[in-house]
């Protein structure tokens, strides 16, 4: 029979409910539901829904729970996928949800967890792949109609680093078709949506990335960029993105588009989660790990802002330009010496390096552009066959200048401790334009894929609800300075706190 105190919890639960009865129908109910309360208190807790609120925790408060028993990493796991399955109608950011893989991993995890074997900050972490970069068993898609089924027979490296570190491979996002334009909703899958506004494009091919960062889905993704598809993305959706020196993360399973553009890096939700999926990418540990500067004061450093390098397009809107001002402005705040400095011309290693990129994405794809148009898209195709033209005596020219940019950039480097500039000239532009042609989209970024210096996106203002973002441009393999100049400006102000709307 019932415990002491059940009858109190039955008398009240019997008046909230209204219900009239005799006594004898009473005494029948209290003798049906004290049988359930009696069995019930012996059956063990179970584990309930996963809570809804997880997946908005970064990633050290995540790991501070998972190491301390607070959380597992089957909870954090089951708890990402259930938002996933929520919002994600909403952002088409994921290809594939890798459910069952991703709760197996996390229950070795745990038990490693458990045992005292600890990988590293992202141990039990759940991590999205952008559909580039190969996962074993995974199709690579690129989002070509041709690779619908080009299963990946083993992971690319990047992917090894993040299961060595212990995360959690949880699905496959969203690109452009062959990391080239776009969003065209004639590709293999729709469109990823921006979360700020569903009716504008996301800025670049690692688009998945970005929604699924800014959409809450999880702390961190891992995208590619060769003219700016890691940090366009996180300029329009408010994320940040982190470009790395030129060859420090390897491409190794990763799709080229231009081998000597290509970069791999993070597009997280804080500048300290990209510093923490940066290590893991590039094989860093203890002393070598870029976060291990973040903490540190900026006052003493120097700071070259690049503002006529966008400040006179007639393109620039003016929200995005006292954005910036401000910015800067909020960085000598906290103790950086700021001066103005002259950049190279943009739009001159604008189209040095389109060139280079054309030429070298249309050699990579000429053979199977004849054999098998049919495996691309009909946008995709024409920019692939961009570079059909251009001669080598052209292309010779087109790194003659990107040579000279990055000595440029090197020199302003040697008298500045980093470079600080706008990402994108407007905010995320309306969608509805791409659907008809390919456009192009002004930004600020295509110069540093070809002088291979490490860039930090982020944002720094909004307009219309939409954000704007800035670059911190560092020395080569320094991506630790410009963590740590964009690390103080995110505690410094809220803008990377900042989440849009969560879709109904």
Known sequence: MAEDGFEGRFEAALKEAGLALSQTEKASLFKLVGWMHDGLSTLPAGEGEPDPGLPDLSIIELGARLR???LTAKELTAATLARIARRDPAFLSFYQVLSESALAAAARADEELASGVDRGPLHGIPIA????????GVPTTANAPGRAKAVAARDAL?????RMAGAIIIGKLATYEWATVGPDKNGLFPPAKN??????????SSSGCAAAVAGGLVRSAVG???????????????????????????????????????????ISASVAEAALTFDALAGRVG?????????EPLTGLRLGYARDWFVRDPQAMPEVIAAMDAAVSVLSGLGMTVSEIDMPDYPRIEVAVAAILHAESFRLHAEALRRTPEAYGRRTFLSLAGGLTISETELDAARAEGRRFRAAIDALLDRHDVIVTVGALTTALPAAPFEKEAVWTPMRTIGFNVSGHPVLALPVGFHDGLPIGMQIIGRHDDEARIVQVGHAFELATDFSLQRPPIPA
């Open 287 to 295: 002393q070598q790990t870029v976060s291990i500067r973040r903490d």
């Open 195 to 204: 979360p700020w506004n569903l009716n504008h494009i996301t800025g670049g």
């Open 158 to 162: 990047v992917v090894e680093r993040l």
């Open 224 to 266: 590619t960029d060769t003219g700016g598809s890691v940090r366009g993305p996180s300029f329009y959706c408010g994320t940040v993105g982190l470009k790395p020196t030129f060859g420090t993360v390897p491409t190794d399973g990763v799709l080229a588009l231009a081998p000597s553009l290509d970069h791999v890096g993070p």
């Open 68 to 70: 301390s028993g607070r």
């Open 129 to 136: 792949i952008k559909d580039l970069i190969d996962v074993a």
